[in-house]
């Protein structure tokens, strides 16, 4: 049964029981999964091979987590923290094999992510959010270095193409001066 409260007016209003307490998740979080999703479609739709393979590991990444994230022993969501180990090794990969410096950042920000798994094994109750929040920040960085690598690398692609452009005129104009 609905309990009443006087509010301002004195009114008499229903409180309503609430299901479960909210949270700053309940705030953050679907904006930031819906600009994680346009961002991983970018790397996919508008990437090289690397930001392919960089959109597919995270498409991965969060298609997996949601399904595995109530395994956990205690606190420790332990696969969870194997699917972080298991992104920042594919992002290592992609980094030593390709030229791209955004993946070097993203691995660096993924290693921040993964480490803030330890905390939750030191059963430290109150750095629970700082280390939510850190991963969450950590993401951040990963997506700010997608967007600036797409966009610097389809921008040196342009610049190539237009200097191969300019050297395809100047050989006409040698070949063909008047």
Known sequence: MAQLSRSRSFALSPILPRTRPETPADVIVPPFLAFTWFVIAALIVLGGRPERMAGALFGILHLATPA???????????????TSLLTFGGLLRLALRSDRWWLVFAT??????????IISLLQIDSLIWAAVTLRWISWGGVLACALFGLWEGRAIDRLRRSARGADDD???FRDNPG
Do not use: K, M
Request: with cysteine; glycine share 8%.
């Open 108 to 117: 660096g920000c993924q290693l921040l992510a993964l480490s803030t798994h």
């Open 170 to 172: 100047a050989s006409a």
């Open 68 to 82: 595995i994230d109530q395994l956990a022993i205690g606190q420790v969501r332990w696969a969870v923290a194997i």
